[in-house]
């Protein structure tokens, strides 16, 4: 068959057998992605290479986004099979095809990402992202995370300048054996937008990493993003880090640790009753300390929630102390003491070494031995019973100490709060406790890269090059993420809508997650140069019509 007729049959293939594209959420992300103009600032900072590829890298970028969120519960592999299934040009551009999107054209993508810096094209992305938003927040949260590698890596070669080590390190996932990367980020309070990664190699620590990328971007940080203050948990806190942040002009909210002596004083002499009441279940008291030969506000807080939650771990921990306690005191029981005083100094030194058990009563008793003598007649009449000797026994009755149950409990409920603000008009206690609270939008942000629903926390690249632009595009998918869900929420309370949750209640605070999973079965049937949008229901309506018309023509039907 000729080329003409070739031709002549797919196109009647075409008009003759209708074809089917998975639509689903993948438009929301491709909206957001176009109305933050991330493949445009992508763009501008790295020059393009038409003559090696049909897609610029912004696009081949945005690819590689809507792949991240495409497959559910599937590895991220950078094939065109994936292209394939969806409406490429609806979502990418115009005149984009499956093929353009090939495992080549995508690694190279990763390439020009590494070439130009990640940590420095992410962080004008988001910056630029955060203002399209409108974005503000007083704190900054910094946390970091690890990301498994299988296969096998050549650690012995010189590292190259710049260039990441996959090698083992503390694992957060609790899998040492296996090869690893860490991830630093720093998000902004309001939506959880990252606002700045940078990868590290698999056995850099969070102590060492976090004041080197403090430091190097604190003018960034405070100038562009208007951040106050760098919040961060108790792995940022140390003697020489606090010392070195203040002499960078760094003011940081962070928890103090729990190992810290100061700490641990101030928390055994708090008076939870004294404290004084912040609201939402916790109650707090001030004090100062100069721990590291810096002053400090420390604020020792109690949380009602956390006393709740520990209660039950709290006496399940002491009753399997106090058994193992009660199984050495009925040993101590079997023993027999020549003398008083050695049995009153036994149970007197098993008593000190006491951690979760108390006596509710104890007592040394003697004990009379006595033997049988000959007997003096055949039948046994007139046996005696001959003393020869007097023991001493140690008795009581052993129970799970409740004092060890309250100390143990009033531990769990009380953490430290540091910040090297000292004054309270700028920073009043409820607002320092609040910035910390706010701690939890980093470790979301960890949960949903992580999340095997979204892409594996196992990678399979062998270039390490690649696996840090990776982790550029796995951190903008979150940022995509983050910014919809503001969005979405925002646009739901300022217009008085709701979208239906899990169980059809209406709300106006829907998460992300949930909303991409109502848009799922959404497909767009082509037909000749028919495009039906098919499955659109009103409650998808409600969504394009909170984010506007961008999102609407996403999800048009082209009937004609």
């Known amino acids: 068959m000729s080329q003409s007729e070739d031709a002549d049959v797919a196109e009647l293939d075409e008009e003759e057998f209708p074809e089917s594209k998975v639509l689903d959420h993948l438009g929301l992300v491709a909206g957001m992605f176009e109305e933050l103009e991330i493949g445009d600032r992508i763009d501008e900072h790295i020059a393009q290479d038409f003559d090696e590829r049909e897609v610029s890298v912004g696009q081949a970028v945005k690819a590689m986004v809507l792949n991240g969120f495409g497959f559910v519960q599937q590895r991220l592999y950078l094939t065109?099979?994936?292209?394939?299934?969806?409406?490429?040009?609806?979502?990418?551009?115009?005149?984009?095809?499956?093929?353009?999107?090939?495992?080549?054209?995508?690694?190279?993508?990763?390439?020009?990402?590494?070439?130009?810096?990640?940590?420095?094209?992410?962080?004008?992305?988001?910056?630029?992202?955060?203002?399209?938003?409108?974005?503000?927040?007083?704190?900054?949260?910094?946390?970091?995370?690890?990301?498994?590698?299988?296969?096998?890596?050549?650690?012995?070669?010189?590292?190259?300048?710049?260039?990441?080590?996959?090698?083992?390190?503390?694992?957060?996932?609790?899998?040492?054996?296996?090869?690893?990367?860490?991830?630093?980020?720093?998000?902004?309070?309001?939506?959880?937008?990252?606002?700045?990664?940078?990868?590290?190699?698999?056995?850099?620590?969070?102590?060492?990493?976090f004041p080197e990328l403090i430091d190097r971007h604190v003018e960034h940080l405070q100038n562009v993003h208007g951040f106050d203050y760098v919040v961060a948990d108790s792995s940022l806190y140390s003697a020489d880090h606090v010392e070195k942040l203040t002499e960078?002009?760094?003011?940081?909210?962070?928890?103090?640790?729990?190992?810290?002596?100061?700490?641990?004083?101030?928390?055994?002499?708090?008076?939870?009753?004294?404290?004084?009441?912040l609201g939402g279940g916790y109650r707090a008291e001030e004090c100062r300390s100069e721990y590291g030969g810096v002053e400090q506000r420390w604020l020792v807080v109690h949380s009602e929630e956390a006393e709740e939650r520990a209660r039950e771990s709290a006496r399940e921990k002491v009753e399997k102390e106090h058994e193992e306690e009660a199984k050495a005191f009925s040993k101590l029981t079997g023993r027999e003491f020549a003398c008083r005083e050695g049995a009153e100094q036994a149970l007197e030194e098993f008593e000190s070494g006491l951690q979760a058990s108390e006596f509710t009563e104890k007592q040394v008793t003697r004990a009379t031995c006595y033997t049988l003598e000959e007997p003096s007649s055949p039948g046994g009449e007139g046996n005696r019973l001959e003393e020869t000797g007097v023991e001493w026994l140690v008795e009581g009755t052993l129970v799970p100490s409740e004092e060890r149950i309250a100390r143990l409990l009033k531990r769990k409920s009380l953490f430290i709060v540091a910040t090297n603000e000292l004054d309270d008009e700028v920073l009043s206690a409820e607002e320092?406790?609040?910035?910390?609270?706010?701690?939890?939008?980093?470790?979301?942000?960890?949960?949903?890269?992580?999340?095997?629903?979204?892409?594996?926390?196992?990678?399979?690249?062998?270039?390490?090059?690649?696996?840090?632009?990776?982790?550029?595009?796995?951190?903008?998918?979150?940022?995509?993420?983050?910014?919809?869900?503001?969005?979405?929420?925002?646009?739901?309370?300022?217009?008085?809508?709701?979208?239906?949750?899990?169980?059809?209640?209406?709300?106006?605070?829907?998460?992300?997650?949930?909303?991409?999973?109502?848009?799922?079965?959404?497909h767009v049937l082509f037909e000749g140069k028919r495009r039906l949008v098919l499955n659109m229901k009103e409650r998808h309506q409600i969504i394009l019509t909170v984010l506007g018309k961008r999102y609407d023509r996403l999800y048009a039907s082209h009937p004609r």
């Open 80 to 209: 065109p099979k994936f292209f394939e299934r969806v409406p490429t040009e609806r979502l990418i551009g115009e005149g984009v095809r499956p093929g353009h999107l090939n495992e080549g054209v995508l690694g190279r993508a990763l390439d020009d990402l590494f070439e130009y810096g990640v940590t420095e094209l992410f962080r004008d992305v988001a910056a630029h992202a955060a203002g399209k938003l409108g974005l503000g927040s007083r704190f900054a949260h910094l946390d970091a995370t690890s990301f498994s590698f299988h296969g096998e890596y050549d650690s012995e070669e010189a590292p190259e300048d710049g260039v990441i080590r996959v090698q083992q390190g503390y694992s957060r996932d609790h899998r040492p054996d296996l090869n690893q990367v860490v991830l630093d980020m720093i998000v902004e309070r309001q939506a959880g937008l990252p606002v700045l990664m940078k990868p590290l190699s698999g056995n850099v620590s969070d102590p060492g990493s």
């Open 248 to 277: 960078s002009g760094v003011k940081f909210v962070t928890q103090v640790p729990e190992t810290i002596s100061e700490a641990k004083t101030r928390i055994q002499e708090a008076e939870i009753e004294s404290m004084e009441p």
């Open 432 to 522: 320092m406790l609040e910035g910390y609270k706010g701690q939890v939008q980093v470790e979301r942000g960890f949960r949903f890269l992580k999340d095997p629903q979204f892409m594996a926390s196992s990678f399979f690249l062998e270039s390490e090059r690649r696996i840090m632009a990776l982790l550029m595009v796995m951190t903008l998918c979150l940022l995509v993420y983050s910014a919809l869900e503001r969005r979405i929420r925002e646009g739901l309370q300022a217009q008085d809508l709701s979208f239906p949750d899990q169980k059809g209640n209406p709300t106006q605070r829907p998460t992300a997650r949930w909303v991409f999973e109502s848009f799922l079965g959404i």
